[in-house]
């Protein structure tokens, strides 16, 4: 099944979800239903979060990274520590580890148990992320699941796909895109996706008239 092609509807059984989740759900369920929450707000909030606040956390970090091998060294050491360096930290962020795309190794992040996601760098998990195509296929067909986001990976390149649990999240350090030295670190930074701190795609590289 095509990972973007499966129904990404709410359809999820209870049992799936963590106690954080259901109670979520039940405080908008109950905040529907008295009129504090209208139309598609919290969906905007959610997707707010998801996509544009929470991983600029993550971008801020790896740029900072790219500009400074010491700080790169700290993060790669100790993922955790290294971004409470830039005030982020908090709930599923106790044990981060960040592992690092290079020339030889990429990595791929998931949560074959339920929706295990790095927080504080990533903001909340995308939906496919919790979807059970993407958890049960990447493990399988690490190299498929990635032409279906639009990434090849070469053979000469080891795909890893790495299992983040309740013990420890992962998130990736991609690898600076080409024709990006003359950049600064704020823009650097504006150049860091979500799905390429998933491992799910690579960063392209930036043209002359952008740099």
């Not at 709930?91 to 992040?109: P, W, Y």
């Not at 990434?151 to 649990?165: A, F, Y």
């Amino acid at each position: 099944m095509n990972v973007h092609s499966h129904d990404h509807g709410d359809g999820h059984h209870t049992h799936d979800l963590s106690e954080g989740e259901v109670r979520a759900r039940a405080l908008e369920s109950l905040l529907r239903e008295k009129g504090v929450l209208q139309g598609p707000i919290i969906d905007e909030i959610i997707d707010m979060y998801t996509n544009d606040i929470g991983p600029m956390n993550g971008a801020k970090a790896v740029a900072k990274a790219w500009v400074d091998p010491e700080y790169k060294q700290r993060l790669l050491a100790n993922a955790t520590e290294a971004v409470r360096e830039l005030g982020f930290s908090g709930m599923e962020g106790e044990n981060l580890r960040a592992v690092e795309n290079t020339d030889k190794q990429h990595h791929v992040i998931v949560c074959t148990l339920c929706s295990c996601y790095p927080w504080p760098v990533l903001g909340l998990p995308p939906r496919w992320y919790k979807d059970t195509p993407y958890r049960s296929r990447v493990v399988r067909e690490p190299r498929k699941v990635l032409a279906e986001f639009g990434t090849t990976i070469g053979d000469e390149v080891d795909v890893k796909v790495l299992d983040s649990n309740v013990e420890v999240r992962y998130f990736v350090l991609p690898k600076r895109p080409a024709g990006s030295e003359g950049l600064s670190e704020d823009e650097l930074a504006k150049l860091v996706t979500r799905d390429s701190m998933v491992g799910v795609t690579v960063l392209a590289p930036v043209s002359k008239a952008a740099a």
